[in-house]
């Protein structure tokens, strides 16, 4: 889960109605007529965070592009602490604050953690529709341009370094009915367009492994619903994920029930149906009122930044193995490729080359969160390898010290563990605790996966 395991010269274009653009003669950007555009596509936390910081440069005209605007990406939702102030987020879009988590093996072993958080400390769960909403409404009153299309083909320039343009083609959904394709010339792109991304494809940025991940909201009765006021669970076992795990996450009249996997994502539906059945009585008699499902990056792209288009969020791979968390990347990548893109561009006067962003985006990203993907990725081979091995997980989560770690790591953003003494404890805990699992674990259930193993990067 999320908090135990511990983001020169343009041509220029008239913007006519709607979008429609009438070819006018090129300009220097220092014309005050004239400002490079930047687009946004995709308009989740990654899109809204990136969109929100160009916005506020009034020498850059910005676009965000979003399919749905109503659209959120099926999500366990649970944000850190510090993503809260960090983006100034009200109060009005956390539907509860998780204190307490119980830690579920594949025997039913329950461990409750949370004591070590202190009063004002929680995890907080949201959905995605009311953060996405708020977020991209914010980067809209700051000034974006909103575009309610679907992208449907990028066009890279061949003169890229040479500061020729990219055009976007897309189909608009906001007129009611059919509407013609259109297109929008841009200067610099952020690609906030999730898994799938569309500009992933159009610069040659290489395939990621991914995991899908299902989810079902379900509406349980009210004194159900007590039972999860400040409480979330996670599940492991082979039953549930062979490779991930399975949770029950409070929202604010419901819980989202759900699992993904990697290694066989064709049984999706079995492990749902038993992260159901281990909940049990909890849920029982629930309604199923959404069912959501969606892939999920394992790691980084190969590339991330060509020329002048920019990937952030799902789209550059940017979700933690282990916890599968996303959000706060998605926002933190997002809010520093924009940033990057703008300090590059000088007030708008130049435009950013691939090696500006590279040095202004990338390069700080992975030295602020490169640790805490090593360390998850490590976790994850070594505790989600077999049923003893998520036993002694487990086992391992009684200690106050794992307690502490993970759960400052996961609220902070920040690898915590510097008590030598305790580390050395901690050591010899693990050994004890894999013999243990070893010894009351059922061995994992075969399945055969050839066809999609043979995809794995």
Same mark, same amino acid.
């Given at each position: 889960?999320?908090?135990?395991?511990?983001?020169?010269?343009?041509?220029?274009?008239?913007?006519?109605?709607?979008?429609? !653009? +009438?070819?006018?003669?090129?300009?220097?950007?220092?014309? &005050? %007529?004239? *400002?490079?555009?930047? #687009?946004?596509?995709? @308009? =989740?936390?990654?899109?809204?965070?990136?969109?929100?910081? !160009? +916005?506020?440069?009034?020498?850059?005209?910005?676009?965000? &592009? %979003?399919? *749905?605007?109503?659209? #959120?990406?099926?999500? @366990? =939702?649970?944000?850190?602490?510090?993503?809260?102030?960090?983006?100034?987020?009200?109060?009005?879009?956390?539907?509860?604050?998780?204190?307490?988590?119980?830690?579920?093996?594949?025997?039913?072993?329950?461990?409750?953690?949370?004591?070590?958080?202190?009063?004002?400390?929680?995890?907080?769960?949201?959905?995605?529709?009311?953060?996405?909403?708020?977020?991209?409404?914010?980067?809209?009153?700051?000034?974006?341009?909103?575009?309610?299309?679907?992208?449907?083909?990028?066009?890279?320039?061949?003169?890229?370094?040479?500061?020729?343009?990219?055009?976007?083609?897309?189909?608009?959904?906001?007129?009611?009915?059919?509407?013609?394709?259109?297109?929008?010339?841009?200067?610099?792109?952020?690609?906030?367009?999730?898994?799938?991304?569309?500009?992933?494809?159009?610069?040659?940025?290489?395939?990621?492994?991914?995991?899908?991940?299902?989810?079902?909201?379900?509406?349980?009765?009210?004194?159900?619903?007590?039972?999860?006021?400040?409480?979330?669970?996670?599940?492991?076992?082979?039953?549930?994920?062979?490779?991930?795990?399975?949770?029950?996450?409070?929202?604010?009249?419901?819980?989202?029930?759900?699992?993904?996997?990697?290694?066989?994502?064709?049984?999706?539906?079995?492990?749902?149906?038993?992260?159901?059945?281990?909940?049990?009585?909890?849920?029982?008699?629930?309604?199923?009122?959404?069912?959501?499902?969606?892939?999920?990056?394992?790691?980084?792209?190969?590339?991330?930044?060509?020329?002048?288009?920019?990937?952030?969020?799902?789209?550059?791979?940017?979700?933690?193995?282990?916890?599968?968390?996303?959000?706060?990347?998605?926002?933190?990548?997002?809010?520093?490729?924009?940033?990057?893109?703008?300090?590059?561009?000088?007030?708008?006067?130049?435009?950013?080359?691939?090696?500006?962003?590279?040095?202004?985006?990338?390069?700080?990203?992975?030295?602020?969160?490169?640790?805490?993907?090593?360390?998850?990725?490590?976790?994850?081979?070594?505790?989600?390898?077999?049923?003893?091995?998520?036993?002694?997980?487990?086992?391992?989560?009684?200690?106050?010290?794992?307690?502490?770690?993970?759960?400052?790591?996961?609220?902070?953003?920040?690898?915590?563990?510097?008590?030598?003494?305790?580390?050395?404890?901690?050591?010899?805990?693990?050994?004890?605790?894999?013999?243990?699992?070893?010894?009351?674990?059922?061995?994992?259930?075969?399945?055969?996966?050839?066809?999609?193993?043979?995809?794995?990067?």
């Amino acid at each position: 889960m999320h908090a135990i395991l511990l983001l020169v010269a343009p041509a220029a274009f008239a913007y006519m109605s709607h979008n429609r !653009l +009438a070819p006018v003669r090129r300009r220097q950007a220092a014309s &005050i %007529e004239m *400002k490079y555009r930047v #687009a946004v596509i995709g @308009g =989740g936390p990654s899109g809204a965070c990136a969109a929100e910081v !160009l +916005a506020q440069e009034p020498n850059i005209e910005t676009y965000i &592009i %979003e399919r *749905k605007m109503n659209n #959120a990406k099926p999500c @366990g =939702g649970a944000i850190p602490l510090c993503m809260v102030e960090e983006f100034d987020l009200p109060a009005s879009i956390i539907d509860r604050k998780v204190r307490k988590m119980k830690m579920i093996s594949p025997s039913n072993r329950e461990v409750d953690i949370g004591s070590t958080l202190k009063d004002d400390e929680y995890i907080g769960m949201t959905r995605r529709e009311v953060l996405d909403g708020y977020l991209r409404d914010r980067a809209i009153d700051y000034g974006a341009k909103p575009i309610n299309a679907l992208v449907t083909k990028i066009d890279v320039p061949e003169d890229a370094d040479a500061n020729g343009r990219y055009t976007i083609h897309y189909s608009p959904n906001d007129e009611g009915r059919k509407a013609p394709s259109r297109s929008l010339e841009v200067d610099v792109i952020i690609g906030a367009d999730g898994a799938n991304s569309r500009l992933a494809k159009a610069i040659d940025a290489g395939e990621y492994n991914f995991a899908i991940a299902f989810q079902e909201r379900i509406k349980i009765s009210d004194e159900q619903m007590k039972f999860y006021e400040e409480l979330a669970e996670m599940y492991v076992g082979d039953d549930v994920s062979p490779d991930f795990y399975g949770w029950v996450f409070p929202k604010y009249d419901h819980v989202g029930v759900g699992t993904g996997t990697v290694l066989n994502r064709p049984a999706i539906k079995e492990y749902q149906d038993a992260i159901r059945e281990r909940a049990g009585s909890k849920i029982e008699g629930g309604k199923i009122i959404k069912v959501e499902a969606h892939p999920i990056p394992e790691h980084y792209r190969p590339r991330r930044v060509r020329n002048r288009a920019v990937l952030v969020g799902d789209a550059a791979g940017y979700v933690t193995k282990c916890s599968g968390e996303g959000i706060y990347f998605a926002a933190k990548s997002g809010r520093m490729a924009a940033q990057a893109v703008v300090k590059c561009m000088k007030g708008g006067s130049v435009l950013p080359t691939e090696k500006d962003l590279i040095s202004e985006y990338i390069k700080p990203y992975d030295a602020l969160y490169g640790p805490t993907y090593t360390v998850l990725d490590i976790l994850q081979k070594v505790f989600y390898s077999s049923n003893a091995a998520r036993e002694a997980f487990v086992d391992m989560c009684q200690s106050k010290y794992v307690q502490q770690v993970t759960f400052d790591s996961y609220l902070y953003k920040k690898v915590q563990g510097n008590n030598p003494i305790d580390d050395i404890k901690l050591l010899f805990g693990t050994f004890g605790s894999l013999l243990r699992g070893a010894a009351i674990a059922t061995p994992d259930k075969a399945f055969s996966n050839p066809v999609e193993s043979l995809k794995r990067l």
